[in-house]
């Protein structure tokens, strides 16, 4: 039984002359104040007819339409009920409306008498935004739309209207209504109250001019009150907004989150078309967008992943060059961006057009002066938007935010970085200690009882004392190597060696290499070593005696991790023509694939400090990786996991002058000069090695 047509419509549509007004809510509520009090203050009962949105703003009236209700037998009120309002006849009329019905978005007024008649026809306006309806004004901010008058064919109009409403709801009413009608709404008496009553037409000469400047003080204020609430509300948005960045940001410390929640919640709050930020460096060329917003609706182009111009770029080096934020409302007229002869100018204005740039603003991310990346915002269009003072000041409070989180999260990966660095520190310190321990106490321990037993036994068998003397020797020789790995390392990194490089044969350093091993290891069954280096290879630049020294602790490795029942091989590729590829692969028990990139630090034991089951410091590999790093060599090791043997490879920069460029050559093909001098260099590193071993590796070396 709900009614969908408004009653502004069809008075409306009664006088299409007639322009509706905007009115606030405070303003209606004056005037229906003011023509309640000309009922209240006559002595003439009129035809009321007010009609109220909802319940609960009829019940903060109702003392007055009690008071109206004595006055006159002619009294309406409409509301939606919400509680017991109903349809009853007491000191007034009340008419209970569906919720449904079109009335709930109106506020109705009438009053006819013989002597004036007045009418408020209002319905609301809902078509504002949340911002209008925030904080404490939220009611007063309220509009309407419609008609205020005192002209009664206007207001017997709006009369009939409402009374036509009424019978919908109320049909036995009718004949009630059908007196008031007479009463009030007949021509007859319209013209006699107009012609008669001279007392009327001074009530509305008098009342009209007031009530008109109390209305229109009333809309000034409430115009005023709303731009002001306007104002706070941006203004609180904004805060709220720089507020939820700056938390967002400090909650994380990884500069990509930090980036990323800043672009998002920048582009939403200010809804630009487009809002980028890139790290760059004043020094930079160019740069990568890696985050952005794009607005939904306005924009379907993405940036992300572009290269974006800096260096000529002249609206980016202006910026540089002011250390603060540059805007620009219509790039079609900056002359910065329309196109020239240069060719920097004609770049940039393609680069406005193809990312269709109407309106653009370039904000520094900075901290102490120093460029951390640049903040873009750009407007898309339809047509050019001018950048707003408080708007730019915001994105430069953002921007100050972004550059201080970008440098805590720094310092804090910096931080990490340290941690870790101090951590592996104390695993070396820890390592050292443990296998120093381990290894210095064990020789000791048994040079000490050999040399006491010598001391104390003078009747010792010569074999006995021979079986001694060999025992403390051994030892000895190995805590002499300990010392000299310790001391080789310290050099490698401390950077004090001098190297020698020089063209030298790879195949004899790999012979020589050999027989270092086999010479140190004549007590022990090795298995069997495999050299597959083709005497034809070019000849290589290094120093030979720390090639040789890398090739010997790598297959020192190999024949330590493998049974003698194993096979240790050594040979070479050729992979580009700067380089040579050599492989010390063997059988034995392999290397665990996520342990691979670590078996070249110091003091490495797969097994741990303690619980290895062969013996060593664990520098080995480590040297070898410091050699083959001087001569600008990688090193790495391959390895399918236990029982399926390791290999490890390194590279060795080929000697320019290739051997097959050699006019003479010795019957089996070979450059005779070359042989001889690659001879001789290696003799020579040979006997560099043999200044610095000990007497036993001397004797054992010849």
């Known amino acids: 039984m709900s009614i969908s047509s408004s009653a502004v419509t069809e008075l409306l549509q009664a006088f299409p002359t007639w322009r509706p007004q905007m009115y606030f809510k405070s303003s209606l509520t004056a005037l229906s104040h003011?023509?309640?009090?000309?009922?209240?203050?006559?002595?003439?009962?009129?035809?009321?007819?007010?009609?109220?949105?909802?319940?609960?703003?009829?019940?903060?009236?109702?003392?007055?339409?009690?008071?109206?209700?004595k006055k006159s037998n002619q009294v309406y009120i409409l509301a939606a009920p919400e509680t017991d309002f109903k349809n009853h006849s007491g000191i007034y009329e009340t008419i209970a409306f569906e919720p449904e019905d079109s009335l709930t978005q109106e506020w109705h007024l009438v009053?006819?008498?013989?002597?004036?008649?007045?009418?408020?026809?209002?319905?609301?306006?809902?078509?504002?935004?949340?911002?209008?309806?925030?904080?404490?004004?939220m009611d007063n901010s309220r509009r309407f739309e419609g008609i205020w008058t005192f002209d009664r064919e206007v207001s017997n109009k709006a009369a009939a209207i409402l009374l036509e409403k009424i019978l919908v709801y109320r049909p036995e009413l009718a004949e009630k209504i059908d007196r008031a009608k007479s009463q009030y709404l007949s021509e007859k008496k319209q013209i006699e109250g107009e012609d008669n009553s001279l007392t009327g037409e001074i009530v509305n000469n008098k009342a009209d001019p007031f009530v008109q400047r109390l209305i229109a003080y009333l809309q000034a204020s409430q115009y005023k009150l709303l731009k002001?609430?306007?104002?706070?509300?941006?203004?609180?948005?904004?805060?709220?907004?720089?507020?939820?960045?700056?938390?967002a940001i400090r909650r994380s410390l990884d500069p990509q989150q930090i980036l990323q929640v800043a672009v998002d919640k920048l582009g939403e709050g200010l809804g630009v078309c487009r809002c980028v930020i890139y790290r760059c460096k004043e020094t930079d060329a160019t740069a990568i967008i890696e985050h952005e917003f794009i607005h939904p609706q306005r924009i379907n182009k993405s940036l992300l992943g572009e290269t974006w111009p800096l260096r000529n770029n002249p609206l980016f080096q202006e910026v540089l060059e002011l250390r603060e934020s540059l805007n620009i409302d219509d790039t079609n007229s900056d002359p910065r961006i329309?196109?020239?002869?240069?060719?920097?100018?004609?770049?940039?204005?393609?680069?406005?057009?193809?990312?269709?740039?109407?309106?653009?603003?370039?904000?520094?991310?900075?901290?102490?002066?120093?460029?951390?990346?640049?903040?873009?915002?750009?407007?898309?269009?339809?047509?050019?938007?001018?950048?707003?003072?408080?708007?730019?000041?915001?994105?430069?409070?953002?921007?100050?935010?972004?550059?201080?989180?970008?440098?805590?999260?720094?310092?804090?990966?910096?931080l990490e970085d340290l941690n870790e660095q101090l951590e592996a520190l104390d695993r070396t310190r820890s390592n050292l200690v443990a296998i120093t321990g381990h290894e210095l106490r064990t020789p000791l321990s048994t040079i000490q009882v050999c040399l006491e037993s010598l001391a104390s036994e003078p009747d010792m068998s010569p074999e006995l004392r021979q079986v001694m003397l060999n025992t403390a020797l051994t030892d000895a020789e190995r805590m002499r190597k300990l010392v000299q790995d310790f001391l080789t390392l310290s050099k490698l990194e401390s950077g004090t060696i001098e190297w020698h490089p020089e063209p030298i044969s790879l195949y004899e350093c790999v012979e020589l290499a050999i027989s270092h091993v086999r010479a140190r290891n004549l007590e022990r069954e090795l298995p069997q070593i495999t050299n597959q280096v083709s005497f034809e290879l070019p000849l290589v630049r290094a120093d030979g005696e720390w090639l040789v020294e890398v090739l010997s602790k790598l297959l020192d490795n190999g024949c330590k991790f493998t049974s003698s029942e194993g096979e240790v091989t050594i040979k070479v590729n050729c992979p580009n023509p700067k380089n040579l590829e050599?492989?010390?692969?063997?059988?034995?028990?392999?290397?665990?694939?996520?342990?691979?990139?670590?078996?070249?630090?110091?003091?490495?034991?797969?097994?741990?400090?303690?619980?290895?089951?062969?013996?060593?410091?664990?520098?080995?590999?480590a040297i070898c990786r410091q050699i083959?790093?001087?001569?600008?060599?990688?090193?790495?090791?391959?390895?399918?996991?236990?029982?399926?043997?390791?290999?490890?490879?390194?590279?060795?920069?080929?000697?320019?002058?290739?051997?097959?460029?050699?006019?003479?050559?010795?019957?089996?093909?070979?450059?005779?000069?070359t042989t001889t001098n690659s001879s001789l260099q290696v003799n020579q590193n040979r006997k560099k090695r043999k200044k610095t071993k000990s007497t036993k590796e001397k004797i054992e070396g010849s």
């Open 628 to 673: 083959v790093n001087s001569w600008g060599g990688e090193i790495w090791a391959e390895s399918q996991g236990k029982n399926h043997g390791s290999k490890f490879y390194f590279t060795v920069p080929i000697f320019s002058k290739s051997r097959a460029t050699a006019t003479e050559t010795t019957p089996n093909g070979r450059s005779a000069k």
């Open 228 to 247: 002001a609430n306007r104002f706070l509300a941006a203004k609180e948005r904004k805060e709220r907004l720089l507020n939820s960045m700056t938390d």
């Open 338 to 414: 329309a196109p020239k002869e240069k060719k920097k100018e004609q770049s940039l204005s393609s680069l406005v057009k193809s990312c269709s740039i109407l309106s653009w603003l370039l904000v520094p991310v900075l901290y102490q002066g120093k460029l951390l990346g640049m903040m873009e915002l750009h407007h898309c269009g339809p047509n050019p938007s001018a950048w707003k003072s408080e708007d730019i000041r915001l994105v430069d409070a953002i921007a100050t935010q972004v550059g201080v989180a970008l440098i805590q999260a720094e310092a804090y990966a910096n």
């Open 111 to 137: 009053v006819i008498g013989q002597q004036y008649a007045s009418c408020l026809i209002c319905r609301e306006k809902t078509v504002f935004s949340l911002q209008d309806r925030a904080g404490s004004a």
């Open 34 to 69: 003011a023509m309640e009090d000309w009922v209240l203050a006559g002595n003439d009962p009129p035809l009321v007819i007010a009609s109220f949105q909802k319940e609960r703003f009829y019940r903060q009236e109702t003392h007055r339409y009690l008071r109206i209700g």
């Open 582 to 621: 050599v492989t010390v692969c063997d059988t034995g028990r392999g290397i665990e694939p996520n342990r691979l990139e670590r078996v070249f630090d110091r003091f490495y034991q797969e097994e741990g400090a303690l619980r290895r089951s062969a013996g060593g410091t664990g520098l080995g590999l």
